[in-house]
């Protein structure tokens, strides 16, 4: 009994400290997820706690189960419109981008450590995946609203390369261990079946949790264990059928993330505290697992590593592997970049000490050197990137909170809260004059509370400053009731400075607008409204931000609608304004 308590103090106090930890990570400009692994590595071995942990099998299991809630978690939060402008290209890192970053690292590795070349390929194949935990978490927590295209593109990846990652190194410990029974038939075949298995049991378990979702009748602190126990099941069996249980628990919380009902927001507040509580209690005993006097045996080789992977391989299989999509060089440059390791390459590395093959344990403090300088270094400048590489949008207005009142399994009313700023449109104005504005669709304010207390809407009523209203609209339309409510004048310098001055309606004419404002089009497309003329130069499904420049004009998307329509676009010129496309 005396040994369970102290292991419930140690788990406690350990996850306790971490959470404690978390509300520094802002101001020290450092990763949470470091700070997780720095409060596992000051309780292990060579820290201040001394607890002696190696048990390298009962890290790989808390690690994996840790993932599957990780993954699932990210899946519910990925909104379906992400694979419209992010499917292909995020596929095609998740393939090749592997290979070839695996490829060059293999080669790299080899000549540095003066090694096999095979324990170099597996090495490189080790560290050579991005990391759905660490980019989930710091692309939601960095504070930086990317461009959608970057944003959606680097969490596809991340959610959809273990399959690759693994199957290479699964094939790299088979060429180390057993060399005779190295076939390209049998790795191509051990590849198909991963994906295939995991996409299966993904879409299928999906749709039956989803189905479950809008069926049972439960208390709601039950919606979210049902998905999370779900989950698992599908984790548990891909995986004996050899298929990817991670990639099949990423698509399974997608379909069910992307299928509404009434107990869509219990699953999303519970399993965002389960994600959060499975990244400290993951980090943390990777942390205890490493032995920091180890890693100091291979600091140097582990930074040039490190650099040659952030700077030369990663962007090299980025580059090559998007080109066909037409993005621009920024958004590959970020793409490259935040080319996040975390806790999948640890537990990788975990598989060769596990069985037993030579010189694992040199895999292994490498691999977790890596890791640890990705996260300082590319983790740390993620927004400083995004602004250098103007992938940057700026904020978006939002409303203060979101609920859903559901009046059957599938239809619902959409509440939202504004509070009224400061020299607003909304000061002084009635809540009801405000939603007369949306003539075609319903919208109506049913409450607003003052200081704590709810008023009565009378005739003579009038809005001020710190004023909470709670309109019922569409979701649609969220953003622009916020914008009435909301609109600090520094928002609006940004705003035009980035979106440009007017805005202009998708469905205009090119020449039309050409002759109001003295630039040309190509005479081909004169005839032809503005929205087409956007897409067929860009080449792409067209996402908030993306530009178009015809002379000294430049072209923005301001907003984007329903089904992956352009709804507004901003007109600025660069020569006036000072900046560039």
Not at 341 to 358: D, F, S, T
């Amino acid at each position: 009994m005396t040994t369970i308590s102290t292991l419930f103090l140690l788990a406690g106090l350990l996850l306790f400290i971490s959470v404690l930890a978390s509300t520094i990570s802002a101001r020290l400009g450092l990763p949470l997820l470091l700070l997780f692994l720095g409060v596992g590595m000051l309780a292990g071995e060579d820290g201040i706690g001394g607890i002696v942990f190696d048990d390298f099998k009962t890290a790989n299991l808390i690690a994996q189960l840790a993932l599957a809630v990780i993954l699932l978690d990210g899946g519910l939060r990925t909104d379906s419109g992400s694979f419209r402008v992010a499917l292909k290209p995020a596929a095609v890192l998740a393939t090749w981008g592997v290979v070839g970053t695996v490829g060059l690292l293999g080669l790299f590795a080899t000549w540095l450590l003066d090694v096999d070349w095979r324990l170099g390929l597996l090495l490189a194949a080790i560290v050579g995946s991005t990391d759905a935990a660490a980019v989930f978490a710091l692309l939601r927590n960095s504070g930086v609203r990317l461009n959608e295209r970057v944003k959606s593109t680097l969490e596809i990846e991340s959610g959809s390369n273990d399959p690759m990652a693994i199957l290479l190194v699964v094939v790299m410990i088979e060429v180390l261990l057993h060399p005779e029974r190295s076939g390209v038939s049998s790795f191509a075949w051990m590849l198909l079946k991963q994906a295939g298995i995991g996409l299966l049991f993904g879409i299928v378990g999906g749709k039956v949790l989803a189905w479950l979702l809008r069926r049972l009748n439960l208390a709601e602190g039950l919606y979210a264990l049902l998905i999370l126990s779900g989950g698992l099941l599908i984790v548990g069996a891909a995986n004996l059928l050899d298929g990817s249980g991670l990639l099949a628990v990423y698509v399974a919380g997608v379909i069910v993330g992307n299928r509404k009902s009434h107990a869509t927001e219990h699953v999303l507040r519970v399993m965002d505290g389960l994600a959060w509580l499975a990244q400290a209690g993951m980090f943390v005993v990777l942390g205890l697992l490493v032995t920091p006097t180890h890693l100091t045996e291979y600091t140097w080789h582990a930074l040039l590593l490190a650099l040659f992977l952030m700077f030369v391989a990663r962007p090299l299989a980025v580059a090559i592997g998007l080109y066909p999509f037409r993005y621009t060089r920024n958004e590959i440059a970020f793409v490259s970049w935040v080319g996040l390791r975390g806790a999948v390459p640890v537990v990788l590395a975990i598989m060769p000490v596990v069985m037993g093959v030579p010189d694992s344990q040199l895999l292994f403090d490498v691999a977790f050197s890596v890791v640890l300088l990705s996260l300082l270094v590319q983790g740390a400048t993620i927004p400083a990137a995004a602004r250098l590489l103007k992938v940057e949008l700026p904020p978006a207005d939002e409303p203060r909170d979101r609920v859903e009142v559901w009046l059957g399994e599938e239809a619902a009313l959409p509440m939202f809260e504004f509070r009224a700023s400061i020299g607003s449109a909304a000061e002084g104005r009635h809540p009801d004059e405000l939603a007369a504005e949306f003539i075609h669709d319903e919208v109506r304010c049913i409450a607003v509370v003052r200081k704590g207390r709810l008023l009565d809407i009378k005739g003579d009523f009038r809005l001020r400053p710190g004023d909470s209203a709670w309109f019922i609209a569409p979701e649609a339309l969220a953003e622009r009731l916020a914008r009435i409510f909301g609109v600090a004048m520094q928002d609006i310098g940004r705003n035009t400075r980035y979106f440009g001055e007017f805005a202009v309606a998708p469905d205009c004419t090119a020449g039309d607008l050409a002759l109001a404002y003295g630039f040309a089009f190509e005479e081909a497309e004169n005839p032809r409204r503005l929205d087409e003329v956007f897409i067929a130069r860009l080449g792409h499904p067209a996402v908030v931000g993306d530009r178009v420049q015809v002379g000294n004009f430049v072209l923005i998307v301001r907003e984007m609608g329903a089904a992956g329509k352009i709804a507004s676009i901003g007109l600025k010129c660069p020569l006036l304004t000072g900046d560039t496309a």
